[in-house]
């Protein structure tokens, strides 16, 4: 496992046998959002489609990189769109949500909620957080936008990553 940054605390380089860690204290401001989309009917499914959000989406949450997106995974659950994403900040996310295309969308999602199509949302400012990853596991979530390094069995270092989080948010500005 390769380091995309020096880390002093970074073991060998199989870890316990390719378990690896994101180091989640990069981002001492870490924001967490969950962003669902239910189509409770197929004319929902159609008159979200068709309103163009799903294929403008991609584009404009690329584009966010520069505003401090760091992921979004997609998830899928039975007639409903789960978006799962990573912010640097909640002050990130909530500036960029109060843009276009984001403001549209939230608009058209207002207007169209009832019985057809409904929407939700779920957003958390990180206090402590740890991101292990078992042998054989690709990257996905923190793993793909921060450092990571690998461990060691046994080493119980749970509760160490979690207060090294919670040291660095403690700076935060």
């Known amino acids: 496992m390769t380091t995309a940054k020096s880390d002093p605390d970074a073991t060998t380089i199989n870890g316990y046998d390719g378990a690896y860690i994101a180091h989640l204290w990069e981002y001492p401001n870490l924001c967490v959002a969950i962003f669902g989309v239910q189509f409770l009917s197929e004319e929902g499914q159609r008159r979200y489609d068709a309103a163009g959000i799903p294929e403008e989406m991609g584009p404009a949450l690329e584009a966010a990189r520069a505003d401090g997106h760091l992921l979004t995974r997609r998830l899928l659950e039975p007639g409903s769109g789960v978006l799962l994403q990573y912010w640097r900040s909640y002050d990130d996310l909530d500036k960029w ?4 295309p ?3 969308w939230w608009r058209w999602l207002l207007q ?9 949302h779920e ?7 740890e991101a292990i990853f078992e042998a054989g596991c690709q990257p996905v979530g923190p793993a793909v936008f921060a450092t990571t390094s690998s461990i060691k069995a046994g080493e119980g270092g749970s509760r160490a990553r979690q207060q090294r989080f ?7 500005d």
């Open 102 to 104: 984001h403001m549209r």
């Open 166 to 172: 919670a040291e660095h948010a403690n700076t935060r």
């Open 123 to 129: 957003i958390y400012q990180v206090k402590t957080a």
């Open 97 to 100: 949500a109060r843009t276009l």
């Open 112 to 120: 169209n909620a009832g019985k057809d199509i409904s929407f939700y």
